[in-house]
């Protein structure tokens, strides 16, 4: 595997289910992202981990909750969601923080039904 | 805060002909530019970044970007689009105090026959 991958893909989920996104970098990044992309609207940046720690949380709602194991992984766990929150969520990685260019996996594509 | 804004929704063009997009950014200090592309149903790739230096950048796919401090912009263009530059195409701008790109709500480009 290359650059940056996510799984699933794609997600179905009802609001009382709970799942979980995956992100691995593979480029010996030290920093990783989480973005939501919604149809008409600019990315959001929802959460950084810097070297495992997070150091960015975009007043997220609490039914979404972030885990960086180590440096390659990254998850998105969820819960009681709401239709809204259907998306693509975007997870992207970068050597360092401030100013360095972000390299971004293909997306899950996140359906709340 | 930096922000940009990217003014034009969608464009239109006809295979072979020059392409330019347009962006504008807010930033008191010297920024990181970036632009980006995103198939359908894909991640964002990096097409090409200003970091500092040489105010006219080359990129992958036979792009070249334009810093224009006085103008605050930096225009993305391509002498002669293929079929397969039909894509969204987004702005973001870093800065040196902390981790967030803001990006753009994205041009579309639409590559006639």
């Known amino acids: 595997e290359t650059g940056v991958t996510q799984t699933p893909r794609h997600l179905v989920m009802g609001m009382t289910n709970k799942k979980s996104l995956k992100c691995e970098q593979h480029l010996g990044h030290n920093a990783m992202y989480w973005y939501k992309q919604s149809a008409k609207k600019p990315l959001e940046l929802m959460f950084v981990y810097s070297l495992e720690e997070r150091v960015e949380n975009n007043s997220v709602p609490s039914r979404f909750s972030p885990e960086c194991p180590n440096s390659s992984h990254l998850f998105l766990h969820l819960h009681t969601l709401q239709p809204e929150d259907s998306a693509l969520y975007l997870c992207?990685?970068?050597?360092?923080?401030?100013?360095?260019?972000?390299?971004f996996g293909p997306g899950t594509r996140l359906t709340v039904t | 805060a930096q922000s940009v804004t990217q003014p034009d929704i969608h464009i239109t063009v006809s295979e072979g002909a020059s392409l330019e997009l347009r962006c504008n950014y807010s930033y008191g200090a010297t920024p990181y530019l970036f632009w980006y592309v995103q198939s359908p149903g894909q991640g964002l790739q990096l097409l090409l970044k200003?970091?500092?230096?040489?105010?006219l950048v080359q990129g992958i796919k036979g792009f070249e970007a334009e810093f224009k401090r006085s103008q605050s912009s930096f225009n993305l263009r391509k002498p002669s689009v293929h079929w397969s530059d039909a894509a969204e195409y987004f702005c973001a701008v870093g800065t040196s105090n902390d981790y967030k790109l803001s990006f753009g709500a994205g041009t579309t480009v639409t590559v006639r026959a």
């Open positions: 992207a990685s970068s050597q360092g923080g401030t100013g360095y260019e972000q390299y």
């Open positions: 200003y970091f500092s230096g040489d105010t």
